[in-house]
């Protein structure tokens, strides 16, 4: 089994609506981020969360809104999605050894917003 | 803030070649990672370095951490078709800051 999973793995929505996506880990991890990638820009981070009761605001986290609601889960929201947001979106966790914080990504979300 | 600059873009080599690419940075980083992102997945760690000068080789991969600690390279030797894929640097400059900055990623196309 992945040790990061991603639901769900593709979706198309309209402009405005609200959408979900949400991020498991089985790799124990405290630490968990938000990426979008779109071509030619890399991995660009949206939020992360150190802990269950901690978030910060990326890079890029204008129109985006975070939930952490266990160790193991980080969702990410838009509130009213815009056809800009489409992107592959991606889930990372990494330990809170900063001598080897390595991130682990999940497998990615397709957003598409028409 | 921080920029990774990632080069080549690009890359197309006949299968059985070796390949270089590398990244510099504006500042200091005490970490660098390799990531390879095949076409419809998120990218998997291929190496990580922890130390100045550090080079470190996983099968045909070997990275190495610049003693300036702010630039690292990618080596594949004898390349096969299924290297192709999309290779991402990533730099941490730790402290109080653990996020992870990434380059733009290369391009690399093995023809077979």
């Known amino acids: 089994d992945a040790d990061v999973t991603q639901t769900p793995r593709n979706r198309i929505t309209k402009t405005g609506k609200r959408i979900m996506l949400e991020c498991s880990q089985t790799k124990g991890h405290d630490r968990m981020y938000w990426y979008r990638q779109d071509p030619g820009l890399g991995l660009r981070l949206i939020y992360y969360s150190f802990d269950v009761k901690d978030i910060n605001k990326g890079e890029i986290s204008d129109g985006y809104s975070v939930s952490r609601q266990a160790q193991a889960k980080f969702s990410l929201s838009l509130e009213s999605a815009i056809p800009n947001q489409t992107a592959l979106y991606f889930c990372?966790?990494?330990?809170?050894?900063?001598?080897?914080?390595?991130?682990?990504f999940g497998p990615g979300t397709r957003l598409t917003v028409l | 803030g921080q920029q990774l600059n990632q080069s080549p873009q690009s890359m197309f080599i006949q299968e059985g070649e070796d390949v270089s690419m590398n990244c510099t940075s504006s500042s200091i980083f005490n970490t660098w990672l390799w990531y390879k992102q095949d076409p419809g997945e998120g990218p998997v760690l291929l190496i990580a370095l922890y130390k100045a000068g550090e080079l470190t080789s996983n099968g045909r991969l070997t990275a190495q951490f610049g003693i300036t600690r702010k630039d690292s390279f990618l080596n594949i030797s004898a390349s096969i078709p299924s290297d192709v894929g999309i290779y991402f640097c990533a730099g941490n400059s730790g402290g109080s800051n653990y996020k992870l900055t990434f380059g733009k990623g290369t391009l690399l196309t093995v023809n077979p």
């Open positions: 990372a966790t990494s330990d809170s050894n900063p001598s080897t914080d390595t991130q682990y």
